[in-house]
């Protein structure tokens, strides 16, 4: 028997809110990457971590890919692009409830060049409206390259047929070592986590007024009182002065619920007791700022 550990990285593409983000979190079996209603959240390439007796997974959740000129989608899709040129494997995730259009064609031929190391996932079986089988037959006519073995039906918010994906992964995955110790799940760093969290509690609130117009800068952490205590301040950013009101909420109740919610989320993942200084300030057009977008999405 052949005892061998496998390894690889694996980009995780697809339109934008097929579900990667929630089956990467529940791959990893952690918060790794933020989930909300807002089509393209994530906004970074984000890494998390399966190990197992097999060997070691690096999935990368990309952006959804969605056509556009503006200049944030843009650097959303070099990220998307940067990611698949990179990893080993790439996992195609379709969402079986939406009719298949224009937009999942498109992600199907940016897909050909990669079919050969390429497994597709039909995610959101368990929705009553779910077409599988047409979707199965979209693969066979755009990706004849992918067999049968390599396309899984799944439900990530169910955790079903996860565990079949996964060994087909794995099957997929060369021979080599983990890239990071078996304890990690992700290698994000303490201030991306931290303003990824408040992002998503502060776009779950405001996505039908604000659903691109603001990002978190993570200005100052302090450990305090033995480094029992991680004091963090941070600021919710968006682009006009006007738009700070809505995040303010009447009496501060908007920014006092999305710093509550985001604390106790963050001291559910941290070993230290967090105490968030959480804050608004504006940056005028900042989605159009060239040399601002290049450093949220480290490009």
């Given amino acids: 028997m052949n005892s061998a550990k496998k390894s690889a990285f694996v980009a995780v593409i697809g339109r934008p809110s097929v579900g990667k983000s929630t089956l990467v979190n529940r791959l990893c079996g952690a ?9 393209q959240t994530t906004r970074n390439a984000i890494r998390g971590i399966v190990t197992r007796p097999e060997g070691q997974l690096v999935f990368v959740d990309t952006p959804g890919r969605h056509d556009s000129e503006r200049k944030l989608n843009r650097h959303l899709l070099e990220v998307s692009d ?29 897909v050909i060049p990669f079919a050969d190391r390429t497994i597709a996932a039909i995610n959101k079986s368990d929705i009553g409206t779910a077409d599988c089988d047409g979707y199965r037959e979209f693969l066979h006519r755009r990706l004849p390259q992918i067999p049968e073995a390599g396309c899984f039906t799944i439900s990530a918010l169910k955790k079903e047929g996860l565990d079949p994906l996964l060994a087909g992964l794995f099957a997929r995955a060369g021979e080599g070592p983990p890239f990071y110790p078996e304890e990690y799940y992700t290698d994000q760093n303490l201030s991306f986590r931290i303003a990824e969290i408040i992002r998503e509690k502060a776009l779950n609130r405001l996505y039908e007024e604000l659903p691109h117009a603001l990002y978190v800068e993570v200005a100052d952490t302090e450990l305090r009182d033995n480094e029992t205590r991680l004091w963090v301040r941070a600021f919710i950013i968006t682009e006009r002065e006007s738009q700070k009101g809505m995040i303010v909420g009447k009496g501060g109740g908007m920014i006092k619920a999305i710093r509550l919610a985001a604390q106790k989320e963050l001291n559910q993942i941290f070993d230290w007791k967090v105490e968030l200084d959480l804050r608004v300030k504006s940056s005028r057009d900042w989605r159009h700022n060239d040399k601002l977008l290049k450093k949220l999405f480290d490009l």
Avoid: C, F, N, T
């Avoid at 990611?83 to 199907?108: C, K, N, T, V």
């Fill in 82 to 110: 940067r990611a698949i040129q990179e990893a080993e494997i790439m996992l195609y995730i379709m969402d079986a409830s939406r009719p298949i259009g224009l937009e999942e064609e498109a992600i199907a031929e940016r």
């Fill in 31 to 39: 918060k790794v990457a933020i989930v909300s209603p807002v089509p």
